[in-house]
């Protein structure tokens, strides 16, 4: 049994990322990992308008038990969850921004998201590029297997952003805080950026364990 004010939360924060722009239409999808399963948002919904009572319940094998079908992209979220014991959320969406840096071809593949702010280092971390896959192709998971213990965050190829996180409102300040990097990457591109240096990064990690 799922908690109601989960579930509302889960619809409450859909609207609010809906409503300022950081996904449209049916777009992006978030999940929670419960003490006996997983919450996730119906296949085909918009964040905007969920209702919270008829969000996907899933068993603890991944199995939908109650509610709407699930979102297509379990595959994705499944893969950070098997590989992060720590992650309880996981959030994926189709900002504009980030989903711009997953388009370009000249970004670093290893760390698309260059370290100019202390907060990506402190929310986000090091961001690589996943190559592309169909959405909802079951194909996404062993490419995020191979990252997912590593960084908690990665750019899908021509998608879009996906961050795991300790809790739903942390996952959600952290995709916030990517799509927002992300918009000062690229607005300064072809600038004289002052990136954060090894030193600065290292005390960050220390001080706030991001890796």
């Not at 370290?115 to 090091?126: F, L, N």
């Not at 030193?199 to 990690?205: G, M, R, S, T, V």
């Amino acid at each position: 049994m799922t908690d109601p004010k989960l579930h509302d939360a889960i619809a409450r924060w859909g609207k609010s990322l809906f409503e300022r722009g950081f996904t449209a239409g049916s777009s992006g999808n978030i999940s929670v990992r419960t003490d006996d399963g997983y919450v996730a948002t119906p296949t085909n919904s918009c964040l905007g308008f969920l209702d919270p009572g008829r969000l996907s319940i899933l068993d603890g094998e991944g199995r939908h038990v109650a509610g709407d079908a699930p979102t297509k992209e379990l595959p994705l979220h499944f893969a950070f969850y098997r590989n992060r014991p720590e992650a309880r959320a996981v959030v994926h969406l189709h900002s504009t921004y980030a989903t711009a840096l997953s388009c370009l071809a000249d970004v670093d593949p290893a760390d698309a998201v260059p370290p100019i702010t202390p907060y990506v280092v402190m929310r986000v971390g090091t961001v690589p590029v996943v190559a592309y896959t169909r959405p909802g192709s079951p194909e996404v998971a062993p490419l995020i297997d191979a990252v997912a213990p590593r960084h908690a965050a990665v750019l899908l190829e021509n998608h879009g952003p996906v961050v795991s996180a300790s809790s739903l409102d942390a996952a959600v300040y952290a995709i916030e805080e990517l799509e927002e990097t992300a918009k000062l990457v690229l607005l300064t591109r072809g600038m004289a950026v002052r990136l954060l240096d090894a030193e600065k990064i290292a005390d960050l990690k220390q001080n706030f364990g991001k890796k």
